[in-house]
């Protein structure tokens, strides 16, 4: 019989009792308490959890913005605790999809990746872009915070304007519109627009001959996770020509755009970029446009924006030494967002693996996945990041057996996480180690979470999109995250 078969009864947290959920999962009830140790595997996450907030029972009416959950504090690892006592509370109630998986967001790492770009690019302006993660806590947070936005649609342009931005700080961003969508931007007073082939010269001559236009040119993309030039871009040697029909047209052209590619690994690709950006201003002049944008696009990575930050301020003050009449913005997503948010997941079925194989579980060394675990988030939903954003992602364990207080030397297994839907596709993570004592029930936890993950979440095969736990965090930045929303808030309502 397989191994999988005769082990114990699993202890997970649909099996407890009310009273027996507050017991298992302990908490400090004093804030004085020293910080309970809270081991964590693989990933390296704080261990320190210090302040234990009772869901909802701070005092957040100081920033309410309606149809929006309701703003609370407290360290991120505080409400991913809380998350499970209440999917124990919900289970003992008998809720149904009470063991749902759930994000915690924590709004003050947005306010930090904002002021790292005011302090490593101050001279760039940042243009969020929308697709990544059109949260709208993040939204509002943004534009609290006086950024630009990159949109792509108009859904993405009403909602950015439902956030009370100008349309002056909006770029849409998409080199190929349909006519109906630059009506409406006009419309809205959304004017900047890029382009990068003859016919959108055309069209946007038609729909809006005020408009002010970006060109896209085609830049080395090859050391990015998602090659975005494959699908936009004009080559340089097309530009004399491009340029060539927008003056033609009467159409006014205001400066150059790019994008390294989305999740750009390389930071020397930066420096391509600006050479190939200072060509084309180059031709523009031959062309008789003196641009005064410069738009640097997407692509920065948390884990190497300082090292990009310096290509980029080396390469502008190479090609760009006198900048008194240029403009220079960005259009930034995965560096604002990727690292605020956090899935926790639960376990909900387990198997012995297979692969036609084998009936038996077998310990046949590190290298073969021996189970297979099942959770409730899969690539249909947020883990949709696996497929199109080309991620891997790895777990640590939030709580096993009805407790957070994991010890560190259980015996680890290697193993298979896949996601809930019928779908053999649907596969998290081909090959994690886990400790071998993790059972149905148990919490699973995924960091960096923000990007490229909820805006694409599918609810295939009936599974819903994991709802979200918003904190303003308890450390650096979250008292300036707070006051930053509630004087945004104050004014819209003023
Ligand atoms: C997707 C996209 C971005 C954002 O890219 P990141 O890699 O998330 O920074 C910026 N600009 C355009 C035009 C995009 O399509």
């Not at 699908?231 to 003056?247: C, D, E, H, S, W």
């Not at 180690?433 to 909820?454: C, H, Q, S």
Request: proline fraction near 6%.
């Amino acid at each position: 019989m397989p191994e999988l078969d005769i082990l114990p009864t699993p202890r997970g947290v649909d099996m407890v009792s009310p009273s027996r959920a507050s017991r298992l999962f302990h908490r400090s009830s004093s804030q004085t308490s020293p910080p309970t140790q809270h081991k964590t595997l693989f990933s390296g996450r704080p261990s320190s959890v210090q302040v234990d907030i009772p869901h909802g029972a701070d005092d957040d009416s100081d920033i309410i913005i309606p149809d929006l959950p309701p703003l609370l504090r407290g360290h991120p690892d505080v409400h991913l605790r809380n998350g499970v006592i209440r999917s124990a509370r919900l289970a003992a109630a008998g809720e149904s999809d009470a063991e749902s998986a759930y994000f915690v967001a924590d709004l003050s790492q947005v306010y930090r990746q904002h002021d790292r770009w005011k302090r490593l690019l101050p001279e760039i302006e940042p243009f969020y872009a929308v697709k990544c993660n059109p949260d709208p806590y993040v939204l509002r947070l943004l534009a609290a915070l006086g950024t630009g936005f990159d949109c792509a649609s108009h859904g993405e342009i009403s909602q950015v304007l439902r956030t009370d931005v100008c349309p002056d700080r909006i770029i849409f961003a998409n080199p190929c519109k349909a006519v109906s969508f630059i009506k409406n931007a006009a419309r809205s007073g959304v004017n900047v627009m890029t382009f990068d082939n003859a016919d959108e010269l055309y069209k946007v001559a038609r729909a809006n001959p005020s408009a002010q236009l970006v060109l896209r040119i085609l830049t080395d993309d090859s050391k990015s996770l998602c090659r975005l030039g494959l699908k936009f871009g004009a080559p340089l040697v097309t530009v004399p020509g491009l340029l060539a029909k927008a003056r033609e047209l009467r159409l006014t052209v205001i400066g150059i755009s790019f994008h390294v590619g989305s999740g750009c690994y390389d930071s020397s690709a930066f420096a391509d970029a600006i050479g190939c950006a200072r060509t084309a201003f180059d031709m523009g002049l031959a062309a008789g446009y003196e641009f005064t944008l410069l738009d640097v696009g997407g692509g920065f990575e948390d884990a190497t924006f300082e090292e990009t930050a310096d290509v980029l301020r080396n390469a502008i003050d190479l090609h760009f030494p006198d900048r008194t009449r240029l403009r220079i913005i960005a259009e930034p997503g995965r560096f604002f967002v990727a690292r605020a948010f956090t899935l926790a997941t639960n376990i909900i079925a387990r198997r012995a693996r297979s692969d036609g194989a084998t009936t038996e579980v077998q310990d046949e060394g590190d290298d073969q996945p021996s189970v297979m675990y099942y959770i409730n988030e899969g690539v249909y939903g947020s883990f949709n990041c696996i497929l199109f954003d080309h991620q891997e992602v790895h777990p640590y364990v939030l709580s096993m057996n009805g407790s957070f207080h994991l010890v560190g030397t259980e015996d680890l297994r290697t193993c298979s996480i896949w996601g809930p839907t019928c779908d053999s596709v649907d596969c998290v993570c081909p090959m994690t180690k886990l400790p071998a004592e993790l059972r149905v029930g148990d919490w699973l936890v995924f960091n960096n979470m923000g990007a490229y993950t909820i805006c694409a979440a599918s609810q295939f095969n009936g599974f819903a999109v994991s709802p979200i736990t918003y904190t303003t965090g308890d450390g650096l930045g979250s008292q300036e995250t707070r006051r930053v929303l509630k004087s945004a808030v104050n004014a819209a309502n003023a």
